[in-house]
Structures are given as C-alpha cells and as structure tokens.
C-alpha cells in the first residue's frame, strides 16, 4: 500500500498567489482530513470529509482557504489569494470505515509551504 | 485552546532508559490516541486507549489513562536511538450533540542519546 500521498512535497509561492495541494487517500478509506502545523498553533484539523461530503470546516482560518473532495480518491486544499502567515506544512490524513473515522489515522508526508 | 497538552516539552535520556510523557486534557473523552512524529514527516499512529481503559500495552509502548484525572502517560521503555521522534496525543471527545472532535496536544520532543 501506497499510503497517503501529497503533492507537492514543498511548494515556495509569493504573496497573492493561488496555492493548491493535493491528497489521495489510501484506497478504501472513506474519511480524509486536512490539518496545519506551525510552530505556534501546533497541528490544526482543518476539516474534514466522509464519504466525499465535507463534515466540518470550522477550522479553516478563512474564506481564502477551499477544499474539496471530487471523488474518493482524491481532495485539493486551496488558498486563494496567499498570504505569509498560510506558511506551515499542510499534512493530509485519511481512515477507514465509519466506526474507525476516530481512531487510527494515517497521514501523508506533507506538503511544506512558504509564502514569500 | 488546545484540549491535549503533553509534558514535558522535551525530554533527553540516555539510550536503554525509560522515557515517560504526559498527556492533559480538560473534558470528557471517547478515546486518546498518542502518535508520533519523525523530522519532517507525517505522524504514525503508535497506540489508542478507549476512556473505558485504564492501561494498554503495545511492544515497549505502555500507556495508561486516569479520567479522574484527566490524564494519561505513555511510557517507552528501553529506549532506542530510533525512537527520537516528536510525541502527541490526541483526544476524542463529543463537541455537540454526537458531533466529534480530535485535537492534538503540543507534543512532546523526545532526544535518545546512543
């Protein structure tokens, strides 16, 4: 198994730019999350998908940020314009099965972010 | 504010030495989970206690859970050079009606000199 996968693994952008990344779950697993981790805030969940359907999304900071879930196995994180402060290293995760949505969660490598 | 926080902030021991960490939280929980984080990669999931257990082992992984306390430790014993590594817990617990939410705590970086 593959385990998750994101792209890309560091992304360098200027202010003001669109910055997408990308996830894909391990196949089977029908939960994704998305979460930020700064030296500050430590790890953010984000928000988080079931089934392809967002259930949560109270933790994303702001209008600028956007996700998506097109289809099981894929999702997209998007900051639209960016700014400074979005840099951290935004790490996707995913589990598997309506019971363990809360248990085990595996995570991908992370996509290393810095807004110039 | 952040429902877990893990003490102490960094521990270094001596390779073969038991290293212990803390984990806090301030409300009623379904589960606690510690992972563990590598420099500059993703967490692994290492061990999950349910709030109805009170200890769980795991290899050389040993955590308990006091809910009275609100608080739970993990212990690494014989410690190797490989288990450097940052440690974080995170806890379940209902947010809103049967609404869930997991948080992580600040974690722990734990040194193991060879």
């Known amino acids: 198994d593959a385990g998750v996968i994101q792209s890309p693994r560091h992304e360098v952008t200027e202010m003001g730019q669109e910055v997408t990344l990308r996830c894909k779950p391990i196949?089977?697993?029908?939960?994704l999350f998305w979460y930020r981790q700064t030296m500050m805030r430590g790890l953010e969940l984000l928000i988080y998908f079931n089934n392809n359907v967002p259930i949560d999304d109270s933790g994303m900071p702001e209008d600028r940020f956007s996700a998506k879930m097109p289809n099981a196995s894929f999702s997209t994180l998007k900051i639209q314009p960016s700014e400074p402060r979005d840099s951290a290293v935004y790490f996707c995760a995913s589990s598997g099965g309506l019971a363990a949505i809360w248990e085990t969660q595996y995570f991908g490598p992370g996509t290393r972010l810095l807004v110039l | 504010s952040q429902q877990g926080e893990e003490d102490p902030q960094a521990l270094s021991i001596q390779e073969g030495e038991n290293a212990t960490m803390n984990c806090s939280y301030k409300?009623?929980?379904?589960?606690l989970q510690w992972y563990r984080q590598n420099s500059g990669r993703g967490l692994v999931h290492l061990i999950l206690?349910?709030?109805?257990?009170r200890e769980k082992h795991s290899g050389r992984l040993r955590v308990t859970l006091d809910t009275s306390k609100k608080s739970s430790s993990l212990l690494i014993t014989a410690s190797r050079a490989a288990d450097t590594a940052s440690y974080f817990c995170a806890t379940v617990y209902i947010s809103s009606g049967s609404a869930r939410q997991l948080t992580f705590g600040s974690g722990t970086q734990l040194t193991v000199l060879p």
């Open positions: 206690i349910r709030s109805n257990e």
């Open positions: 196949s089977g697993h029908n939960s």
């Open positions: 409300t009623s929980i379904n589960n």
